[in-house]
């Protein structure tokens, strides 16, 4: 019998219209554990690098993690793979919400399709029963309605859902995979979903998921709840409201908008309205979302409550969470929070993630206003500024006139159109357009997460270490008195000596290694959250969460029977991020790339970002151009990928970048 | 007559408004009555089950109650503040007109024991673990006429009998007794 994992895989075959349930090795568990470390593994074993991401022998893989469908709190993310249309390289994007529990109860633990339908379906996995339906009335619908139709006529108001909108159908590069309240948003997976022909999955189970050690296991389960009730009771006090409590961003919550509208971009990143907030946008505001608001809600088995149903008169009912309510209002200069309610629901029955579309859209307007793109490009755009976004949304999905261009994205886009417009996509990273953030002095920490981070999005990155110092000792002192979280002592010192100016501040401070450290605790949470299936919004993504480094291994022991400690953990850890590295280099990914946008900070410092890269880079056991040694490699059971990448001549290569110092 | 006693009303108060729709009722309560205590974890076995239309903002945890071998000659639909509820939304009954509170492989009826293998004095789990407080369990002590409590096996075996008939139940029980029988 298999403990937390189900044991088998769901293998489809679009082309043959072929289905069959395949058992899984439980090494790979033991080497990977599960979600993003068995997709890697299965990404790396099964296409070349040389392959095209719409490219049919490409998996697009649906996964749980490892504890999804345990009564493990908040283990309910579904990790969705493959390569991304738009940088190129791994894409992997997560969702939480009720699909990757279901789908552990229908029996499997993950879903993995090959080839393409000829002719648009969905997937209808009912416990043992699975079936490749027809979904041409489906064609055009949106990714909230084709859940409903789909309830609707399989009878089945417990099915789980996840679709694909406009967007995804026409391959958009930043089409999302909705489902429920949830969504996996970046890096244009719902496109590779549209390219293989499957509008939706839907999944019913109702099948047990074994645990090893019960007694031990509900003891910590009952642990983890007792301090997420804690922590609700007790914000982290001396830091942003945002930054206080569990969960995502509390953004359906709270109404007070102060800090992100004055302190995030608005239009194409690049504008900052220091007093945008004032008495009557908050009156107007507060009104605005507590109408539309009807009832905050949960993914499976989570108190928290980060996500909403919306509810705008006249328009149909959706579900929203985070931050996409501000994203299109501040891209578009709309100060009616009313219209970010409005656009959002119609962006998310298209199935477009919230970050980078209206980034696109404000970036395209930039280039009009610039003279780049022509009146000619935008005929029959209505002049205000909320007409404006509706229209060319509208046009980017479906790839009408220049939204097919601007449908890849700021970076193709640019390069597609010339004429300069190369500077005007200046917030990516990896081709990927990032948050709207611009700040002043560099700090190291992010400077690597940005740099670095194979997710190439911040907030799967960043967490556990505070954003900024403390201003007093009394609230350094504070912070760390009860923080359980930290993996070592020394971290605890850091916060105690990080000030706001002097020498011990940024960008020197935290110094090089302690940056490397930092940055290394909160990959590794997100890693392990990832493979493991739970929100990081219980865990590394919050400051203070309820599950950590100590005690997963405790967690993870007892549902499946392994016997890890903190030390196995971290290896697994290291093995996963190697591996996905890996799949990276192999795909192109060198240190020339690892590079936040020019005017993210607005002081910069080479010499010391040098330092940093070098030094992440050997606390790694990578190479100076970021990739990972045959040593390093062989180290974590992974010398078939040293010997793949030897072949290859990928360490032969000259460094992709010269170094100043050399 | 019955004798009157005295006895422990035990009531868990729903407050739909305050429910995130998280489900953790489900698993907890599935997990508390499997065998082994919590060796296993599958919301369709639970005793407590969580009408939810997100989109129409249905939220409703229905405790399972009794076995019922034939359904009611109609159906009620409940509209409250202009929202339309289920037919049947909020009935605890196990019922053949559907699929709630049965097992999902045998089909045998589920019921809500109000977690009796808890240690006294402890909260019933779905109770516990809603942080919501959509679940508030309260007790109070009443006079009532004492009645004979059936026990589960009567419950399920009663339900087979209105499943397959009386001597088909019958014959397949003498059957087992007969195969599995202790060696002499
Ligand atoms: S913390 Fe929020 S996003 Fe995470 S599982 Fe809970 S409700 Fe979902
Ligand atoms: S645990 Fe509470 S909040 Fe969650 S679904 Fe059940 S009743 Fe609702
Ligand atoms: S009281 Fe106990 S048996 Fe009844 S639904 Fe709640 S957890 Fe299940």
Redesign the interface.
């Given at each position: 019998m298999r403990y937390g994992d189900t044991g088998y895989n769901l293998e489809i075959d679009l082309t043959r219209g072929n289905v069959e349930r395949v058992e899984t090795d439980p090494k790979l568990t033991e080497l990977h554990l599960g979600g993003l470390g068995t997709n890697a593994k299965l990404l790396w074993d099964r296409v070349p690098p040389e392959t095209d991401p719409f490219a049919p022998e490409i998996p697009l893989m649906f996964s749980s993690g490892l504890l999804c469908g345990t009564p493990a709190p908040g283990a309910n993310r579904t990790i969705i793979t493959a390569y991304s249309p738009q940088t190129l390289l791994m894409g992997y994007s997560m969702m939480g919400g009720f699909w990757a529990p279901e789908l552990k109860h229908a029996g499997y633990d993950k879903v993995i399709f090959r080839g393409k339908s000829p002719d648009l379906v969905y997937i209808w996995i009912n416990n043992d029963k699975v079936e490749i339906r027809d979904a041409s009335h489906l064609r055009g619908k949106g990714a909230v309605e084709t859940a409903e139709i789909i309830k609707e006529e399989l009878k089945e108001p417990n099915a789980q859902v996840a679709a694909i909108g406009l967007a995804g159908e026409n391959r958009v590069y930043t089409a999302s995979i909705e489902q429920g309240r949830s969504s996996a948003s970046r890096l244009g997976l719902g496109a590779v979903m549209g390219d293989k022909g499957i509008k939706a999955i839907a999944v019913r189970g109702t099948k047990d998921i074994y645990i090893a050690k019960p007694a031990e296991f509900i003891e910590l389960c009952n642990e983890v709840l007792k301090y997420i009730q804690y922590r609700n009771e007790n914000p982290v006090p001396n830091v942003m409201t945002i930054l206080q409590g569990l969960g995502s961003p509390q953004e359906m919550l709270h109404v007070d908008e102060k800090w992100h509208t004055e302190n995030f971009m608005w239009g194409n990143s690049r504008v900052r309205r220091k007093d945008f907030w004032n008495k009557q946008i908050e009156d107007r505001w507060r009104e605005v979302q507590l109408d539309v608001r009807k009832r905050l809600i949960s993914c499976y088995n989570c108190p928290m409550k980060c996500g909403a149903i919306i509810s705008v008169p006249g328009l149909s009912t959706y579900m929203m969470k985070c931050f996409s309510k501000l994203t299109y209002t501040m891209a578009a200069f709309v100060d009616d929070l009313d219209f970010g309610f409005k656009i959002a629901q119609r962006a998310t029955e298209y199935g477009v993630d919230g970050f980078s579309t209206p980034q696109i859209m404000a970036f395209a307007f930039e280039l009009w206003e610039a003279g780049i793109l022509t009146d000619a490009d935008f005929e029959g755009c209505p002049s205000d500024s909320e007409g404006k976004f509706y229209w060319l949304l509208d046009r980017i999905v479906r790839r009408e006139g220049i939204g097919d261009i601007l449908a890849d994205g700021t970076y193709w886009a640019a390069k597609k159109i010339g004429k300069g417009a190369e500077d005007f996509a200046h917030n990516n990273i990896k081709k990927h357009e990032q948050l709207p953030l611009k700040l002043g002095m560099l700090n190291p920490v992010y400077f690597l997460m940005y740099a670095t981070g194979e997710k190439i999005n911040i907030t799967q990155i960043e967490g556990q270490f505070p954003q900024s110092p403390f201003a007093t000792m009394e609230e350094r002192q504070e912070f760390i008195s009860d923080w359980i979280q930290a993996p070592d002592e020394k971290f605890k010192q850091i916060v105690l000596d990080w000030e706001f100016r002097g020498e011990r501040s940024n960008p020197y401070f935290p110094t090089v290694d302690m940056s490397v450290d930092i940055v290394d605790w909160q990959e590794k949470m997100h890693y392990i959250d990832d493979a493991l299936g739970v929100c990081a919004g219980l865990s590394s993504f919050p400051l203070k969460p309820p599950y950590h480094i100590h005690n997963y291994p405790k967690i993870i022991s007892a549902t499946t029977g392994m016997d890890l400690d903190e030390a196995g953990l971290t290896q697994i850890y290291n093995r996963n991020r190697n591996l996905i590295r890996a799949i990276n280099v192999r795909r192109g990914l060198r240190r020339i790339d690892e590079n936040p946008p020019e005017d993210h900070w607005k002081r910069r410092f080479p010499e010391l970002e040098e330092k940093l890269l070098d030094a992440y880079y050997k606390f790694k056991g990578w190479n100076n151009d970021g990739i990972p040694t045959k040593e390093t490699l062989q180290a974590l059971d992974l010398g078939y990928i040293a010997e793949d990448l030897e072949k290859r001549g990928i360490y032969d290569e000259e460094p992709s970048v010269k170094k100043a110092s050399a | 007559m019955a004798e009157k006693k005295k006895k422990i009303i035990k009531t868990i108060k729903v407050d739909l408004d305050k429910c995130?729709?998280?489900?953790?009722c489900e698993?907890?309560c599935s997990?508390f009555h499997?065998e082994?205590?919590?060796?296993?974890?599958?919301?369709?076995?639970s005793r407590i089950r969580m009408i939810?239309?997100?989109?129409?903002?249905i939220?409703v945890p229905v405790y399972a109650g009794e076995y019922t071998s034939a359904e009611c000659m109609g159906r009620d639909k409940y509209i409250i503040d202009g929202k339309e509820y289920d037919e049947c939304g909020f009935c605890r009954a196990s019922c053949p007109s559907r699929d709630a509170f049965k097992e999902?492989d045998s089909g045998l009826p589920l019921k809500c024991d109000m977690c009796e293998d808890l240690p006294e004095g402890e909260k019933p789990l779905c109770v516990q673990?809603?942080?919501?407080d959509a679940l508030i369990y309260e007790e109070r002590e009443e006079e009532v006429e004492e009645d004979v409590k059936v026990e589960d096996v009567e419950i399920g075996l009663a339900s087979l009998i209105d499943k397959y008939g009386r001597d088909k139940v019958i014959d397949i029980m003498a059957r087992m007794a007969e195969k599995t029988k202790p060696a002499a």
């Open positions: - | 995130n729709g998280c489900r953790a698993v907890i997990a499997a082994p205590k919590y060796s296993s974890n599958n919301p369709a076995r939810r239309h997100p989109l129409r903002d939220y999902p673990w809603c942080l919501n």
